[in-house]
């Protein structure tokens, strides 16, 4: 699959005019909402022989629209998971506007004849909800309008699971609220973020679990604060883990926020390592213990069930 940058507010689309579908849309997540526009839109190319490509933003609506800041904003799919899933879900071309402040200026008729007239499409995707423009007056049921007859339109309804919509908001709360399980049935994926191993104060080995903390790469969300049966990639290899985003609150002074992952039998030096946690299943909430021990007990436990949880998976 090809990534492609298109300018923003006026891009250069003469090398790419070409017959194609074109499906709209930002795609936090890929989840499975996503996945339902992008297949339709894979059965329409499919149909006429056309390549199917997908035309995105860099910078998430709030970003754009809503003063979200560029710098501090959490995705649930960086431009580089979000390649992989396009990829993955059989997408040919992935254009990506390099939005910046001008992108605001870039009026509804305008985004219609120079993005998607410009790119050769000759039919559109995008999920009922889609807008280009304010939403009253930009959206699936007035997009003929703009088109003028230049290109057909395709709403795809939304995505249902035990009758709660599939949208990137819920799976953002689901992952907040820990429940990283039911995250990952939305998404059709497992969560998973990447990062640095960096060094930690070192009582780990003390405890007889010794915990590679991930700095996590900026940009991503992350779970809330508990105890999970996780996927832990380094140097090559996939390892069974245990980890913990929390406080460490057993021990005083409380830590900031960290991420840590005991590595089930597995020992090596990661520090400075590049790593990938997949975030499998949640195990408990973060307890402050009367003191080490108990907590030591606790680990031994929850390893058993993440043993127990990895083992029932493979059957
Ligand atoms: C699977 C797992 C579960 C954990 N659960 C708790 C917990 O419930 N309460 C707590 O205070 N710390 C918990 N921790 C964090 C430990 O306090 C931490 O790993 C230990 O203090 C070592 O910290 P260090 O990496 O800075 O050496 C957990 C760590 C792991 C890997
Ligand atoms: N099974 C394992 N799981 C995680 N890290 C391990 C394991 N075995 C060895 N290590 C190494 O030990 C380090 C963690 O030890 P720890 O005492 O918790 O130190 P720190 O507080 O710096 O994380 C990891 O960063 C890694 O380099």
Redesign the pocket.
């Known amino acids: 699959m090809q990534v492609i940058p298109l300018a923003s507010p006026h891009p250069d689309t003469s090398a790419y005019r070409q017959p194609r579908v074109l499906v709209l849309g930002f795609f936090d997540g890929v989840h499975r909402g996503h996945q339902a526009v992008i297949a339709e839109g894979r059965k329409i190319a499919d149909a006429h022989g056309w390549p199917l490509s997908v035309l995105t933003f860099r910078d998430h609506p709030a970003v754009i629209y809503r003063g979200a800041d560029r710098q501090s904003f959490a995705y649930l799919s960086p431009l580089t998971e979000k390649t992989t899933l396009m990829a993955r879900f059989g997408v040919d071309q992935l254009f990506v506007i390099q939005t910046d402040a001008s992108f605001r200026d870039v009026t509804s008729q305008q985004f219609i004849d120079e993005y998607v007239v410009g790119l050769g499409a000759q039919v559109i995707v995008a999920g009922f909800d889609y807008t280009f423009g304010k939403r009253s007056v930009a959206n699936m049921d007035t997009i003929d309008r703009f088109a003028q007859g230049r290109f057909q339109a395709v709403a795809v309804p939304p995505v249902a699971y035990d009758g709660v919509k599939v949208g990137s908001t819920e799976i953002r709360e689901l992952l907040q609220a820990g429940q990283v399980d039911r995250a990952n049935t939305l998404l059709g994926w497992t969560y998973c973020n990447t990062g640095t191993?960096?060094?930690?104060?070192?009582?780990?080995?003390?405890?007889g679990?010794?915990?590679?903390?991930l700095a996590v790469t900026p940009g991503q969300v992350v779970p809330g604060i508990g105890i999970y049966a996780t996927r832990?990639f380094v140097r090559g290899h996939w390892?069974p883990?245990m980890t913990s985003i929390g406080h460490n609150v057993t021990f005083e002074p409380h830590q900031p926020l960290t991420v840590?992952?005991?590595?089930?039998?597995?020992?090596?030096?990661?520090?400075g390592?590049p790593a990938k946690i997949k975030w499998d299943h949640y195990l408990r909430g973060e307890i402050k213990f009367a003191n080490a021990q108990g907590l030591v007990d606790q680990l031994a436990q929850d390893a058993a069930h993440t043993r127990a949880y990895y083992e029932e998976r493979t059957q």
């Open positions: 191993v960096v060094h930690g104060l070192q009582r780990g080995r003390e405890l679990y010794p915990t590679a903390n832990f390892y883990s840590e992952s005991n590595l089930l039998d597995f020992d090596a030096d990661l520090y390592a």
